[in-house]
C-alpha cells in the first residue's frame, strides 16, 4: 500500500492539499459566522489561522503540481516554498493567540481589524524573519523549531483551559487534542527533514495526522455552530 502511494506522490500530494484547504475554509466560514454571532475575539484569530493554513496549503500543493508538469518553471519554485512557509509559520501564531488574547489585548480594547494591527504586524515581521533566516542558510530548521516550541505552549494552555472550562465548553476537548497532534506532527516532520532525510513512509504518516488534525478542528466548529 505505501509502495503504491509512494509511486503516485504527486497525485497524492495534489489530494492532500485538495483536502487540507476545503477543510480550512470550511472552518473559516464557520467560524465568521460564529464571530458575527459572539464577537468573540478569539474565534477571530482562530478564524484567521484557518485562512492563512488554506492559502499556504493551496500555494504549495496546487503550484507543485503544475511545477512537476512544467506547466511553471522550476526556477520559481523557491518562491513557492518561501511562501507557503511564510503562511504556515503566520497561521501557527494565529493559533496561538487565538489562546492567548485576553492575556495580552485589554476588555475594552478594539481592534477594527484582525488582520491589519500593531501587535499582529509582530507575527508577519517575525514569520518574515524566520523564513529569511531558513532561506539564507539553505533549511527549514527555524521553522521546525519555532513551530515545535509554538505548539507545545499551546498544546499547555489548550490543555489548562481544557481543565477549567471542559464542562462547559466541549470545544476545549477537540482544541486540546487538536493542538497535541499538530504538537507531534511538528516534531515528526522535524526529526523526517533532519534524521531521517524526508523518509516517505514518514512523511505519509504525518500527512496522515494533519488530515485529522485539521478534521478534529472542523468537527469541534460544527458542533459548536449547530447550536
Known amino acids: 500500500m505505501y509502495n503504491l502511494l509512494i509511486e503516485n506522490k504527486e497525485l497524492l500530494k495534489f489530494a492532500y492539499g485538495l483536502i487540507i484547504a476545503i477543510i480550512c475554509f470550511i472552518i473559516v466560514l464557520r467560524a465568521d459566522k460564529l464571530f458575527k454571532l459572539s464577537l468573540h475575539q478569539g474565534i477571530r484569530y482562530f478564524r484567521n489561522a484557518f485562512f492563512f493554513y488554506g492559502i499556504a496549503f493551496i500555494i504549495r500543493y496546487f503550484c507543485g503540481a503544475f511545477f512537476c508538469y512544467n506547466l511553471i518553471p522550476n526556477s520559481y519554485n523557491f518562491l513557492t516554498n518561501l511562501?507557503?512557509?511564510?503562511?504556515?509559520?503566520?497561521?501557527?501564531?494565529?493559533?496561538?493567540?487565538?489562546?492567548?488574547?485576553?492575556?495580552?489585548?485589554?476588555?475594552?480594547?478594539?481592534?477594527?481589524?484582525?488582520?491589519?494591527?500593531?501587535?499582529?504586524?509582530?507575527?508577519?515581521?517575525?514569520?518574515?524573519?524566520?523564513?529569511?533566516?531558513?532561506?539564507?542558510?539553505?533549511?527549514?530548521?527555524?521553522?521546525?523549531?519555532?513551530?515545535?516550541?509554538?505548539?507545545?505552549?499551546?498544546?499547555?494552555?489548550?490543555y489548562s483551559n481544557y481543565l477549567e472550562k471542559g464542562n462547559k465548553h466541549k470545544f476545549t476537548r477537540y482544541y486540546f487534542i487538536a493542538m497535541l497532534l499538530s504538537f507531534?506532527?511538528?516534531?515528526?516532520?522535524?526529526?523526517?527533514?533532519?534524521?531521517?532525510?524526508?523518509?516517505?513512509?514518514?512523511?505519509?504518516?504525518?500527512?496522515?495526522?494533519?488530515?485529522?488534525?485539521?478534521?478534529?478542528?472542523?468537527?469541534?466548529?460544527?458542533?459548536?455552530?449547530?447550536?
Not at 87 to 109: D, H, P, T
Not at 132 to 148: A, K, N, P
Not at 191 to 209: E, S
Request: hydrophobic share 60%; charged share 10%; glycine share 2%.
Open 83 to 158: 511562501i507557503f512557509e511564510y503562511f504556515l509559520i503566520i497561521a501557527g501564531f494565529f493559533l496561538l493567540y487565538s489562546l492567548l488574547w485576553k492575556r495580552i489585548e485589554s476588555q475594552k480594547e478594539e481592534n477594527y481589524s484582525s488582520l491589519l494591527n500593531a501587535r499582529i504586524f509582530v507575527f508577519y515581521i517575525m514569520a518574515l524573519i524566520l523564513v529569511l533566516l531558513d532561506f539564507i542558510w539553505q533549511t527549514y530548521h527555524f521553522m521546525f523549531i519555532s513551530q515545535v516550541v509554538l505548539f507545545l505552549f499551546a498544546s499547555i494552555i489548550s
Open 184 to 227: 507531534v506532527a511538528w516534531l515528526l516532520n522535524s526529526l523526517a527533514a533532519l534524521y531521517f532525510n524526508w523518509n516517505q513512509n514518514i512523511i505519509i504518516g504525518i500527512y496522515c495526522i494533519n488530515i485529522i488534525i485539521f478534521l478534529l478542528f472542523l468537527w469541534g466548529v460544527i458542533r459548536v455552530t449547530k447550536r
